[in-house]
């Protein structure tokens, strides 16, 4: 069912997406990116751009998702179609040499061939959990 954190990966785009992202999954976001995919991202002190796979991961994701943290949880997931996109919300728990933090991403994701060809995503940043 849409909107549950034990939505199957293989439901759509963007559940998959959020899913490989909270494991910190690289190589199969790799697999889940249109070779020319169209991707921004808005967080809160930059905007960051790729336009392949391998400048996804290694310029934006592993920027805002350092070795240093360490996802401990996918909180919440949600998809919905809208229009020609498909929207996912997500949640992730994270730890990390400051303490521990939830981040939250809202993101449209456009379909290319099976694959994630136009992606918007913006995120909460970290924000620190209360009574850490």
Known sequence: MPGSVGVD???????AFA??????DFDRIRELLYPEVD????????V??????????????REWFEDSDEI??????????FADRERVGY????????????????VYIGERDGRIGWMRSVCSGFRPVEGE
């Open 91 to 106: 949640r992730f728990l994270v730890r990390n040499p400051e303490g521990l933090f939830e981040v939250e991403q809202q």
């Open 72 to 81: 401990l949880e996918l909180l919440h997931l949600e998809t919905s179609a």
């Open 19 to 24: 899913v490989a992202l909270a494991a910190k």
């Open 48 to 61: 960051w751009e790729a336009r392949d796979p391998e400048m996804v991961v290694s310029r934006v994701l």
């Open 9 to 15: 990966s293989s439901a759509s785009l963007g559940s």
């Open 39 to 46: 991707f921004r991202g808005l967080t809160p002190r930059r």
